[in-house]
């Protein structure tokens, strides 16, 4: 994982800057821009501690895109595994009727996977 501060190169910062040499405060940039996070980490691998400096905004966008990216791998391991069952329950209901259950199937198709299966003996 790298920074994602582009100080100098920044606009934000670059403003920011030119405002305070306006005002006459002197300032430590990148450290003084308002959108500008620091965080230490140690690496894995080489068990070194690592410094990211990070634009607030960049950072965030970055971290929702990972999230969404998550979200969609994780609706499609549940719809393989929605499936996977649907399968195993059509196997089960034939297996049923195979050997002389009565299965009845009932579902109301407004509400996604809201089946009912139902078996019963049949009556001699």
């Known amino acids: ?6 100080y100098p190169k920044c606009p934000h910062a670059k403003l920011t800057e030119q405002l305070a040499e ?3 405060v ?6 003084e821009c308002s959108n500008y996070i620091e965080a230490w ?11 990211m400096q990070d634009c607030a905004p960049r950072r ?3 971290m ?5 990216n998550r979200q969609i791998g994780l ?4 719809e393989e595994q929605r499936n996977a069952s649907d399968q195993a329950m059509a196997t089960f209901i ?5 050997i002389g259950l009565k299965v009845i199937e009932s579902a109301d198709k407004t509400i996604p996977g809201n089946g009912r299966t139902l078996i019963e003996t049949k009556s001699s």
């Open 1 to 6: 994982m790298e920074g994602t501060c582009t």
């Open 64 to 68: 929702v895109q990972d999230l969404f």
């Open 22 to 24: 306006l005002a006459g």
């Open 75 to 78: 609706q499609k391991a549940q």
């Open 26 to 31: 002197k300032t430590e940039f990148p450290k």
């Open 60 to 62: 965030t966008l970055w």
């Open 94 to 98: 034939q297996f049923g009727r195979t």
């Open 41 to 51: 980490w140690t690496d894995e691998n080489n068990k070194q501690q690592k410094i």
